[in-house]
């Protein structure tokens, strides 16, 4: 098993930057392929960046190309989602998942229900 703990969320202007941060302690780090998700309120939880084992290979949501950057650090077991040129439409609780792949290079996946370890969750929101 692994446990997730996300911080680096708050309240930032549109047009700024925040920097998530998700620390894993467990299981090797380097097991799992890492995601972010987000969820609005009254909304579904939805896929914004993958990264594979290794690092990579990175996946995004097309809302967010361009402005996010995931990336992973294995010696410190922590995966981070650097977000620039923050809109309001990004406001939401942003979760880190893990999911236990066999395979290095596996291609991050972008479905919700893969992923087998969840964080609590941070809040970001981003006023206009």
């Known amino acids: 098993q692994v446990q997730l703990v996300e911080t680096g969320g708050g309240l930032v202007q549109a047009g700024g930057s925040l920097r998530l941060s998700c620390a894993a302690s467990?299981?090797?780090?380097?097991?799992?392929?890492m995601a972010w998700f987000r969820q609005a309120p009254g909304k579904e939880r939805e896929f914004v960046a993958g990264?594979?084992?290794?690092?990579?290979?990175?996946n995004y949501d097309d809302s967010v190309k361009g402005r996010f950057t995931i990336s992973r650090d294995n010696a410190k077991n922590t995966v981070y989602l650097q977000m620039n040129s923050l809109k309001p439409e990004d406001t939401a609780n942003y979760y880190c998942?893990?999911?236990?792949?066999?395979?290095?290079?596996?291609?991050?996946?972008?479905?919700?229900?893969?992923?087998?370890?969840w964080g609590q969750g941070t809040q970001v929101t981003v006023s206009s």
């Open positions: 990264i594979n084992r290794s690092g990579g290979t990175a």
């Open positions: 998942a893990a999911k236990d792949d066999t395979h290095w290079n596996a291609h991050p996946s972008v479905s919700v229900y893969e992923y087998d370890y």
């Open positions: 467990g299981r090797t780090f380097s097991s799992y392929v």
